[in-house]
């Protein structure tokens, strides 16, 4: 299923980027009548696509006054570093210059303008967010399409229709190329330095990831940084409505997370705060997909996107509860006995892992790989929670030499994952006590001394671990 664009019906277009979306894209504007003409640097990608009947045009020697737009596929800069060459290109013959979100939105507003739509952006946790507010969504029995950023092009979704919400994950990109974006909800998560190399300074890309949030009908906004805080400062100066959220503290008006930690482990409670009164609207107690500190913003995020749409607090929480999580964040995969197999590949840095060694208290880990720079080292404060950890890969003597000059984390180099899960599994099955025992794969580490990526290294994790005798699956995706 396409969203076919019919805007561009009986004009021309210069689309530049064949990969996934890209192609969604070109089939999307065929379909509603434009005649594209692509290009691809990749030769391979240009031949997928004209098997598909894609035009295939060499935009460098053609003609660009006949060209109504320029569909820029988000993966290719537009000013940083340098603009890419089409871009001049595009710009010398006086043409726009625009992406796939801002092609749905355009279409939306010519077909369906009060239809739903939910757009996240942010930093950290945006997909996370996105998921759990489709899933919440669904299971209140709505008829969800979820895409963007997070995966499935937004063009490859059924189209918008009266009562269909779209659950639209953008990133900064995908927004620089949508000047008309504008979502019933618009949702800032969170605001670091990222992507410089492509936005030039951070106040660039914080103006980006403001677009969408300025736009939108609600505005939900994370206060949890100052360059978001002041996002929310400025929007709620409009006097237009205006959800702040938090992970961290507690606010006088909006959602924020209640979060209290006894003997090194946290719970999560959903907080609204509303004319000076404080409800708990939902708890995240003993939901393994919503663990860890990282997880109590996305779910207050998520808790006011779905209210937004006119969702009680019951039926949130009911969602909450039931959210299967995302493949290798925190990803509960299942048990042996009171041993709990975590799925965290995602995980490539120590700030990534950190959410995770918060989330248990006595965790088998295992880690290592391709170090990134700092190794370990500002996970020390976390050491308490390691029973024993598994060391893999080329950093074994980096992560060593830290676990030695700490003293309190006992270790052994498995050198491979297979190793290291025989290993964590059967020390943490003879760990005395009653409670729950982790055997985490949280790497700290990029995949590339022997996985192409984080994806293979976790699903090699999850076949070792589901091929254990007497292991039993999670409910949801594993």
């Not at 035009?55 to 290719?76: E, K, N, Q, S, Y």
């Not at 749409?309 to 995302?326: K, M, Q, V, Y």
Request: net charge negative; charged share 20%; proline share 5%.
């Amino acid at each position: 299923m396409t969203t076919p664009v019919t805007v561009f019906a009986g004009r021309k277009v210069a689309l530049f980027g064949l990969g996934g979306s890209g192609v969604v894209t070109a089939l999307a504007l065929m379909a509603g009548g434009a005649e594209v003409a692509a290009w691809d640097d990749n030769e391979a990608s240009r031949e997928k696509a004209a098997a598909q009947g894609i035009g295939i045009v060499d935009l460098a020697a053609a003609d660009w006054t006949g060209f109504a737009a320029l569909v820029l596929a988000p993966g290719v800069p537009l000013t940083h570093p340098q603009p890419h060459w089409t871009v001049g290109k595009a710009k010398a013959a006086g043409i726009e210059i625009i992406g796939d979100i801002e092609l749905f939105f355009r279409e939306r507003a010519k077909i369906a303008p009060d239809s739903p739509v939910i757009c996240i952006t942010g930093t950290n946790g945006k997909s996370t967010t996105t998921a759990l507010i489709a899933h919440v969504l669904k299971q209140a029995g709505r008829d969800v399409q979820m895409g963007g950023n997070i995966g499935t092009a937004v063009l490859a979704l059924e189209p918008p229709a009266e009562g269909r919400i779209h659950v639209i994950e953008c990133s900064t990109f995908q927004i620089d190329l949508a000047p008309s974006i504008k979502p019933s909800v618009g949702l800032q998560m969170n605001l670091t330095p990222d992507h410089l190399d492509r936005h030039g300074k951070l106040e660039d890309y914080a103006a980006i990831k403001e677009r969408l949030v300025t736009a939108a009908d609600v505005a939900i906004i994370g206060v949890d940084d100052e360059p978001s805080r002041q996002m929310a400062g400025r929007r709620g100066a409009s006097g237009r409505p205006l959800v702040r959220i938090s992970g961290d503290e507690a606010l006088a008006e909006g959602v924020f997370a209640e979060v209290t930690e006894q003997g090194g482990l946290r719970t999560t409670q959903i907080v609204e705060s509303r004319d000076g009164q404080r409800t708990i609207v939902a708890s995240l107690a003993d939901i393994g997909s919503l663990r860890g500190s990282h997880n109590a913003q996305n779910a207050a995020a998520a808790f006011a996107a779905c209210a937004a749409l006119g969702l009680g607090a019951g039926e949130i929480a009911t969602g909450f509860r039931s959210f299967p999580g995302l493949p290798h964040r925190m990803e509960e995969l299942g048990r042996i006995g009171r041993v709990v197999f975590i799925n965290d590949s995602k995980a490539t840095n120590a700030d990534s892992t950190e959410k995770a060694l918060t989330s248990f208290r006595d965790i088998f880990w295992i880690l290592g790989g391709k170090a990134k720079e700092g190794g370990i080292e500002p996970l020390r404060r976390y050491f308490p929670n390691i029973a024993k950890a598994y060391l893999i890969g080329v950093a074994s003597d980096l992560f060593a030499a830290t676990f030695d000059g700490d003293g309190r984390v006992s270790y052994e180099r498995s050198v491979t994952l297979d190793q290291a899960v025989a290993a964590a599994t059967r020390d943490a099955s003879a760990h005395p006590g009653a409670g729950e025992i982790a055997v985490l794969l949280s790497p700290a580490c990029a995949s590339y001394d022997q996985f192409p990526n984080f994806e293979v290294r976790g699903e090699t994790f999850r076949s070792l671990v589901q091929a254990l005798p007497g292991f039993v699956r999670s409910g949801g995706r594993s």
